[in-house]
């Protein structure tokens, strides 16, 4: 029954998570509301707040988990891909914690984490399957044809899914991180009140940038005309953004779907929280004849249990990282 403590640390969420044999007993995650007035994370600060925040969220993961030190077995953290400072705690930590204790280290790729986020729980994807991994930074269509043999075969060439809705808040005047509030907006919203172009990328790759463009002018033409025009009009522009987001997601992952001849499919990543995204892949899925695959809200954000699970499935593997391991700031699968 190996027992694993995870952390991730790789954007602006401390987290720590213990998992026996495979099961996850606890799942802290301190966030940082200190970013909200900055418009988006601030590195140097980010890192500042984990080092603060380390080892509390750790001693809490093993109170939840009614977990000892003295019974872990193994340290997994997140190496790569995020902002180095930010890793550089969960990383040293992580040493320092293997060392104190003479076990071994388990180093685990974020993004390959989020994927494997399914694994928790008793309703498992079938390999192989096809994972759509939308967050902050990274927007991918990933052939996963075992837990660790993953293969992006699609991915945005410019911003990613949540930068998009990030960006978006932000002309709307709203704050960091805006995917939630557009969100919870659109909730009210007409999704069809305004229309925003989708664009025309080949294969199963995604542009964001273009539509970000046309909102920034949407809005900049619409105020002009009236000042109040976002105040009144933001449960609408809301709902539209997020389908126009969510229709060019799920149209790229329907062509990947029909290439592969693939019906188990899956959702991960932050943005994967986002209730039109949800309700969208579940009507697509039925009438495709998909089994969809949608994690828990607390493991769609960034968070330890991915880190945890992920470790486990290495552990069992006998693969180990050596006390000489480095963060990586992009790290490919
Ligand atoms: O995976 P994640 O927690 O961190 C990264 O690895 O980037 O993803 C964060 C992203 C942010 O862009 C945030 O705005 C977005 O996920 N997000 C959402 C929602 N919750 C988080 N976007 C839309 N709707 C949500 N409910
Ligand atoms: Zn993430």
Redesign the pocket.
């Known amino acids: 029954m190996p027992v694993i403590l995870a952390i991730e640390s790789?954007?602006d969420?401390t987290s720590a998570s213990v998992c026996v044999d495979g099961a996850i007993l606890s799942n802290i995650i301190a966030n940082q509301t200190i970013h909200e007035a900055y418009g988006g994370v601030v590195p140097e600060l980010a890192s500042r707040v984990h080092q603060q925040n380390i080892v509390p969220a750790v001693q809490q993961a093993l109170f939840n988990a009614k977990v000892s030190k003295n019974d872990v077995d193994a340290v997994a953290f997140t190496r790569g891909p995020g902002l180095l400072g930010s890793l550089l705690v969960g990383v040293s930590f992580a040493k320092s914690f293997a060392l104190a204790k003479n076990i071994p280290l388990i180093e685990v790729n974020?993004m390959q984490a989020?994927v494997l986020a399914h694994f928790i729980g008793d309703n498992k994807p079938a390999f192989p399957f096809l994972c759509l991994t939308v967050?902050?930074?990274?927007t991918q269509i990933v052939l996963v044809k075992d837990y660790f043999d993953m293969e992006v075969i699609g991915q945005t060439l410019d911003d990613a899914a949540?930068?998009a809705?990030?960006k978006t808040s932000k002309i709307l005047g709203l704050p960091y991180?805006?995917?939630?509030l557009?969100?919870k907006y659109a909730r009210q919203g007409n999704a069809d009140a305004y229309k925003f172009p989708e664009p025309q990328i080949p294969g199963f790759d995604f542009s964001f940038s273009g539509l970000k463009t046309s909102i920034l002018y949407f809005i900049r033409d619409n105020v002009a005309i009236n000042p109040d025009f976002i105040q009144q009009n933001i449960n609408d522009i809301c709902a539209s953004v997020e389908k126009r987001i969510a229709t060019i997601l799920l149209h790229k992952l329907e062509k990947a779907a029909d290439a592969y001849g693939i019906k188990d499919i899956a959702l991960a990543?932050?943005?994967s929280?986002?209730?039109g995204l949800r309700q969208g892949l579940l009507a697509l899925g039925e009438k495709k004849g998909w089994r969809c695959f949608i994690p828990a809200m607390q493991y769609?954000?960034?968070n330890a249990a991915m880190i945890a699970i992920a470790g486990y499935h290495k552990y069992l593997k006998g693969e180990f990282t050596g006390q000489d391991v480095a963060p990586l700031a992009r790290m490919p699968f």
């Not at 967050?135 to 990274?138: E, L």
């Not at 991180?177 to 939630?180: A, L, Q, V």
């Open positions: 790789s954007c969420e974020h989020h967050s902050g930074g990274h949540g930068e809705m990030d991180p805006g995917g939630p557009i969100d990543g932050g943005v929280a986002n209730t769609c954000t960034d």
